[in-house]
């Protein structure tokens, strides 16, 4: 079989045409709402574990609020098996709740109650482990060898295979999002 050079990492029941669809199927989606034939193109993957693709396979890889599902530690595996089957010159492009909109949406008040509310809204309703911000983003992209790490707009992209991509694209999701791409 022959691999397409774009994947689509964590898509739940957003299935691309022309990409890799892949997922975890964990159980903080909700699948029993995706139809049968959805599912049948989603490509089941540890997305944390090694991935069964060779080395520098696609020149694109996408992923939408699927990176802050993961702690830390597991976001760094999962950014190394992206970096290691990433062609020389492909972009990841990653769509995730910023740590800074988070603060401002979800912390609103700095005492105790507050950053109890705070969790509650930004952790627990949504089973996400952890947000990175621009700056923590490229150290830790850096460190994995990328060679860029830019901050781009929603839907926007210098590279027509990474625009439009994003669901979660209305003015509101937008200003609480951060899209970055990752460049090998």
Known sequence: MELPDKVHYG????????????????????????????????????????????????????????????????????????????ARGGVLRLAFPGLRGVLRRHYRRSDFEGATLGRQEAYTMWSHKHFYCEESLSLVAGHLGFSRADVVATSCSEHPELRNLELRNKPEQAAFNLVMELTK
């Not at 029993?32 to 090694?50: F, H």
């Not at 069964?52 to 990176?67: A, N, T, V």
């Open 11 to 86: 898509c739940g029941g957003n299935v691309l045409p022309g990409w890799m669809n892949t997922d975890g199927f964990d159980a903080c989606f909700p699948w029993d709402t995706v139809a049968p034939e959805v599912k049948s193109r989603i490509v089941a993957l540890d997305l944390v574990g090694r991935h069964p693709f060779p080395d520098e396979q696609f020149r694109f890889g996408f992923s939408e609020h699927f990176l802050e599902h993961l702690d830390q530690a597991e976001s760094l595996l999962f950014l190394a098996e992206c970096y290691r089957t990433m």
